[in-house]
């Protein structure tokens, strides 16, 4: 069961191109939706709350003319635990390693000092850097004052400017056509359809925990962390279950809810999200574990599948 029907790498044609592209920006400016909306499918999850991204996800665009692999890194931000040390320490070496990195910001709003301190971390790299105004279907009339704000911060450094919106698509074919202009001339990487490099068991985890941001909000922000236990493949249809690890009894009841009832919806929404990703009927069994403080403990993390990466 993968997300290609294929694992053939054919040869390139002569001139092709292909190469890393980093999306880096602040928490909750769009880069896991700008990612969907590049690789035509959902592999990564959104969600209104922020930092919701953990994983160096890769994305892959296969075109004529290019195949363009997008690594979708957690939002850098001033760090409050230990995973949130991981996950912006993962963010910073996923830049070291990409041939361009497309900032992406929000761009109905005035730039401010997350911003600065991003780009501060980008003038240490010799990279090509190109700056991405999200969000321009929520841009006001007079977006003067807010792009000059941008322009302000990145002019003595001669980056590129594009604008989009990751929600409509509007500008993002723009956005391609650029970023194909900073890759050099290379190999497929991938096969062509294939289009992620996390495994199946990974996209699992993260639709359901997507289910639990959006119906849980603020009562249950980052405290929440999926493992697959097991996924059984039959004839007609795919057995999964999963237990959803929390921090404290409190949450755990927040996720079942009065009768079970939340718990329910959760595994309702999430099952419908899965069943669009293996194209089959699935069956959804979910459990709810208290692992007291594990986004503090390294070993905990290791465990549920945060580190630090090479």
């Known amino acids: 069961m993968e997300l290609s029907t294929s694992m053939i790498i054919p040869v390139a044609p002569a001139g092709y191109k292909s190469g890393f592209v980093g999306i880096i920006g602040r928490p909750n400016v769009g880069k896991s939706t700008l990612m969907n909306q590049l690789v035509g499918q959902k592999i990564a999850i959104t969600s209104p709350v922020a930092q919701t991204t953990r994983n160096r996800l890769r994305g892959i665009l296969t075109t004529e003319a290019a195949q363009m692999i997008f690594v979708d890194t957690p939002g850098i931000h001033k760090p409050h635990h230990q995973l949130g040390k991981v996950l912006v320490q993962n963010a910073k070496i996923a830049i070291q390693s990409v041939d361009v990195v497309l900032l992406v910001v929000d761009g109905s709003v005035i730039a401010g000092g997350g911003d600065r301190y991003i780009i501060d971390l980008l003038n240490k790299i010799h990279i090509p850097v190109i700056l991405g105004l999200n969000k321009l279907d929520l841009q006001p009339q007079d977006h003067e004052e807010i792009e000059a704000s941008y322009h302000q911060l990145i002019d003595p450094h001669s980056w590129q400017i594009v604008k989009f919106s990751a929600l409509t698509g509007e500008g993002v074919e723009g956005l391609q056509d650029l970023l194909i202009e900073h ?118 993390l290791e465990e549920l599948g945060y580190q630090v990466e090479e």
């Open 183 to 300: 890759l050099e001339a290379g190999p497929y990487y991938y096969p062509p359809d294939l289009v992620t490099d996390q495994p199946e068991r990974f996209i699992m985890g993260e639709l359901i925990r997507e289910q639990i941001l959006l119906l849980t909000r603020e009562e249950v922000p980052h405290s929440v962390a999926i493992a697959i236990d097991r996924v059984e493949e039959e004839t007609t249809i795919t057995r999964i279950l999963a237990t959803i690890h929390v921090e404290r009894s409190s949450q755990k009841g927040i996720i079942i809810g009065k009768g079970g009832n939340m718990l329910k919806t959760i595994g309702s929404a999430a099952r419908q999200q899965i069943q669009k990703l293996i194209a089959g009927k699935v069956y959804l069994e979910l459990f709810v574990k208290v692992q007291s403080k594990w986004r503090q403990s390294r070993i905990q």
